[in-house]
């Protein structure tokens, strides 16, 4: 697993200029989702509802730690996880770096093994990560070239990226895929001595922004290749405002355009520098024996704007950029080089899981398991899919509806949203208002209005009173005292 990456960056999902074998390997021999899509583009409800299998309206954990505003900061005692469903019926579990699916209870907390490794960005000051260094006489982490714009206020700017001075043996990136290639070696002997059966998650905190890379990665992308997305001539006219403000936040207008186009190679080298670890793995599944009889996937918790809309990071804009996401699996067995352009979910995973494993899904209540997509087989699927937001900053609630064509965003303090992904797939013309998306619009609404009541989604309340849902059979006051009026 990653942290906000774009499906764009690999050349199994059409980058000309990707340097990805690794992963260009698994979607060959494996299945590629071509309509996979996050729950919500955060890391930490994100990461739960992988945990979970539930979306986050239901787990409750809305927000990051680093800027909540008041949402809850761990999951409940009681939540059901699917490590400790593992646990429960005797495998190994194991989770190798990035965690932030909570603030007070760690990852051991929900059984798995390996170093606690907090925070959002890599720990390069973490003991483990020095020790690491220290035994093989690498020098520690020191950057340079540091890329950042100017915020409103006159200050400087998030940091976007840098030049790493260190060699790639000594990265963080190199030091997780050690740890997990070792842990790997440790599951397999238990596997050859007792048969017992493990999981082990490979969680890299890139290439989450700031991308920072030692010379051969930082360089490895000439800028002059890269070709600016399209949404780069984003004028936010007829969107809702935030979005302007976030571009503001991430200083996009302070920065020249070639600064841009190098930090999106800057990006795919990160990309790249992650895809040689995850190679790393896979020579150690190989040597080890293992890959006849165990399933990788490789997903992501969400995307990542760089520079598309005149936006960085993620936020309170519900693109294509941030929302669908890169989604392989590959399970002994199946076929190979499968596409499938059903709409799933990185919720999916968790039923998936479980179902590999051979225990009853039931308690991911929002996931679905993929295996019959993977094994090829025709499926009765959902036509569209619903994601939500709850804020980062601060508090901001979404809801969005994706269908085959068109994609539905409701923003209770501003505008909505439509767009005719045929026409416009970079998402430049909100089309909400346009008298002939009048009949697109009322499907859409209702669809999603139904969707939130049928999940239990209380977003469904707002609109109910402010949009044109159609008729109801239930009194939306709640006041319990005039259901006669709502009745056929």
């Given amino acids: 697993m990653t942290d906000q990456h774009r499906a764009d960056t690999l050349g199994a999902y059409g980058n000309p200029l990707a340097h990805t074998p690794a992963l260009d390997e698994l979607a060959a021999t494996g299945t590629r989702f071509d309509r996979w899509y996050t729950p919500t583009a955060i890391c930490t409800p994100a990461r739960a509802s992988l945990l979970t299998g539930q979306a986050p309206f239901r787990h409750k954990l809305l927000a990051n730690h680093e800027r909540n505003v008041g949402y809850l900061e761990d999951l409940a005692e009681d939540q059901f996880t699917f490590s400790r469903a593992l646990r429960e019926h005797g495998y190994n579990c194991g989770l190798i770096g990035k965690w932030h699916a909570g603030n007070r209870r760690t990852a051991a907390d929900y059984g798995f093994d390996g170093p606690e490794l907090p925070g959002w960005h890599n720990p390069v000051d973490h003991p483990d990560y020095l020790a690491y260094l220290h035994e093989r006489g690498l020098p520690p982490y020191e950057i340079s070239d540091r890329i950042r ?3 409103p206020n006159g200050g400087p700017g998030n940091l976007l990226a840098a ?25 397999a002997a238990d596997h050859r001595q007792s048969e017992q059966p493990f999981f082990l998650a490979l969680h890299f905190f890139g290439p989450h922004l700031p991308y920072i890379l030692p010379d051969e990665y ?40 070639e600064t841009t186009r190098k930090l999106i190679a800057v990006y795919w080298g990160y990309v790249a520098l992650i895809d040689m670890q995850i190679g790393r793995v896979m020579e150690a599944m190989q040597r080890l024996g293992l890959v006849d009889d165990t399933a990788v996937f490789f997903t992501c918790d969400h995307g990542e704007f760089t520079g598309s809309h005149r936006l960085h990071d993620k936020g309170p804009a519900m693109y294509e950029d941030i929302y669908r996401t890169p989604g392989l699996l590959r399970v002994p067995g199946a076929p190979g080089g499968v596409v499938r352009s059903e709409f ?28 019959p997509l993977v094994h090829g087989e025709a499926v009765d699927w959902e036509k569209d899919i619903v994601c939500e937001f709850h804020g980062h900053h601060f508090p901001y609630p979404q809801r969005m509806l994706r269908e085959d064509r068109y994609k539905l965003v409701v923003n209770p303090d501003s505008v909505n949203e439509l767009y005719d992904l045929r026409t416009d797939p970079d998402e430049l013309q ?19 209005y139904d969707l939130l009541r049928k999940r239990g989604d209380n977003f469904y309340h707002w609109m109910t009173s402010m949009y044109d849902v159609g008729e109801v059979g239930h009194d939306p006051t709640l006041s319990g005292l005039d259901e006669s009026t709502y009745q056929k």
Avoid at 163 to 185: D, G, M, N, S, W
Avoid at 346 to 367: E, F, N, Q, W, Y
Avoid at 430 to 448: G, I, T
């Fill in 430 to 448: 909100n089309v909400y208002d346009h008298p002939e998306q009048a009949e697109v619009r009322s499907r859409m609404m209702r669809r999603l």
């Fill in 218 to 257: 930082f360089d490895l992308v000439d800028p002059a290749d890269v070709e600016l997305p399209r949404s780069i001539a984003e004028t936010f006219h007829g969107k809702p405002p935030v979005q302007r403000n976030y571009s503001a936040h991430w200083t996009f207008d302070t920065m020249p355009i």
């Fill in 163 to 187: 030049r790493l001075h260190q060699p790639v043996e000594a990265t963080f990136e190199h030091y997780l895929a050690t740890r997990a290639i070792e842990k790997l070696e440790k599951y």
């Fill in 344 to 371: 799933v979910s990185l919720l999916d995973c968790t039923a998936t899981i479980l179902d590999l494993a051979g225990i009853d899904p039931k308690p991911a209540v929002d996931s679905r398991s993929l295996l």
């Fill in 149 to 151: 714009g100017t915020l």
